[in-house]
C-alpha cells in the first residue's frame, strides 16, 4: 500500500511539474535548435566561402593561360600560387573594408567563428596532400583528398570551436519528430491531470456532473493545445533545416574544390616541388605577399621571354 501510495504520490508531481514547465520547455527546445542550426550553418559556410573564391581564381588564371600555355607547369607550385593568392587577397579586401588596424586584433568572426584559423589550416592540409602526388596516367584521388581535407579542418567543424558541429548537427535533424513527440506528451500530462477530477461525478448531482464535465472538457482542449504546438515547431524546424542545410552546402563545397584542383591537375606537366620553396606563412601581411607574389611572377615572364 506503501508503494502505491508513493508511485501515484510521484505520478501527481510528474504531472503537475511537466504541465508547468512543458510548453516554456518546447519554445526554448525550439528556440536553442534554430539558433544552433543556424551557426553550424554559417559554421560550415567559411568552406564554401573560401572555396568559391579559389574557383574564381582558377577559373582566372585557366582564361589566363589559353593562348600561350607553358611547358613544364608544376600542380603542386601552380596550386600553392593560387591557394596563397586567394588566401591573401580575401583578407586583404576584408581588411581594407574594415580599416586596418596596427595591433592586428581579429574580428568577431575569427574570434567566435575561426574562419582565418580556417582559412590557413585549410591551404597548409590541401599543400600537405598534394605535395608527394605521383603523376602519371591514372589521376589522383582528388576527391578523397578534398573531403578528408574538409572534414578534418578544425576550425569549420567546431562550433565556436568547441562544439562539434557534425553531432549537432545529427541532432538537429530529429530534433523535429521530439517536439511532435513532445506536443503528445503534453496532451496526455493534461488527460491525466483530468482524469481524477471525474471521480467525484455524482449522477444525482446533475449541476456538479455537469460542472465536472465542462472543467475536464477544458483541460482537454488546452492538453490538445500542446500537440498542435508541437507539430507546429515541428514544421518550422523542419523547414529552418531545410533552408540551412549543412549537408547539401558541404557538398557543394566539395565540388567545387575538387573540380578547381582536377582543372589545375590536367593544366600541369608534373608534380615537381622545386628546392627552396617558401612554405606558406599565413602570419604574413597580405599586402607584401601578394606584392611580392606579383614581383616574382614579373620576373618569371622576364625570364621566359629572353630564354
Not at 57 to 64: A, D, H, K, Y
Not at 153 to 168: D, H, K, L, Q
Request: glycine share 6%.
Amino acid at each position: 500500500m506503501g508503494i502505491e501510495q508513493l508511485v501515484h504520490g510521484a505520478l501527481d508531481t510528474i504531472v503537475v511539474v511537466g504541465r508547468t514547465v512543458h510548453m516554456p520547455l518546447m519554445l526554448g527546445v525550439f528556440a536553442a535548435g534554430a539558433t544552433m542550426r543556424v551557426l553550424v550553418y554559417h559554421t560550415v559556410k567559411r568552406h564554401e566561402w573560401f572555396a568559391r573564391e579559389f574557383e574564381d581564381r582558377v577559373t582566372e588564371f585557366m582564361n589566363s593561360e589559353l593562348d600561350h600555355k607553358r611547358q613544364d607547369v608544376s600542380f603542386f607550385v601552380v596550386t600553392k600560387r593560387l591557394l596563397e593568392k586567394t588566401y591573401y587577397e580575401v583578407f586583404e579586401k576584408r581588411e581594407v573594408k574594415r580599416g586596418k588596424d596596427p595591433d592586428k586584433m581579429m574580428t568577431a568572426g575569427d574570434r567566435v567563428f575561426l574562419i582565418k584559423m580556417g582559412c590557413a589550416w585549410l591551404v597548409h592540409d590541401i599543400l600537405k596532400q598534394i605535395r608527394f602526388l605521383k603523376y602519371g596516367t591514372q589521376p589522383p584521388k582528388l576527391l578523397n583528398i578534398t573531403k578528408a581535407t574538409l572534414a578534418k579542418n578544425p576550425a569549420f567543424n567546431r562550433v565556436f570551436g568547441w562544439i562539434p558541429a557534425v553531432s549537432t548537427n545529427d541532432l538537429l535533424n530529429v530534433l523535429p519528430g521530439l517536439l511532435v513527440i513532445g506536443g503528445i506528451f503534453g496532451t496526455f500530462l493534461g488527460v491525466m491531470n483530468g482524469l481524477p477530477e471525474l471521480g467525484g461525478m455524482d449522477l444525482s448531482q446533475p449541476e456538479k456532473t455537469k460542472q465536472i464535465m465542462d472543467h475536464f472538457l477544458v483541460d482537454i482542449s488546452l492538453s490538445m493545445g500542446a500537440s498542435v504546438t508541437g507539430i507546429l515547431l515541428s514544421v518550422m524546424l523542419t523547414v529552418i533545416n531545410t533552408i540551412f542545410s549543412p549537408e547539401r552546402l558541404f557538398a557543394d563545397i566539395v565540388d567545387r574544390f575538387e573540380n578547381s584542383l582536377d582543372l589545375l591537375w590536367n593544366y600541369s606537366h608534373s608534380n615537381e616541388v622545386p628546392t627552396g620553396l617558401k612554405p606558406f606563412d599565413e602570419n604574413e601581411d597580405p599586402t607584401i605577399a601578394l606584392a611580392t607574389a606579383s614581383l616574382n611572377q614579373e620576373l618569371e615572364r622576364t625570364r621566359a621571354k629572353s630564354a
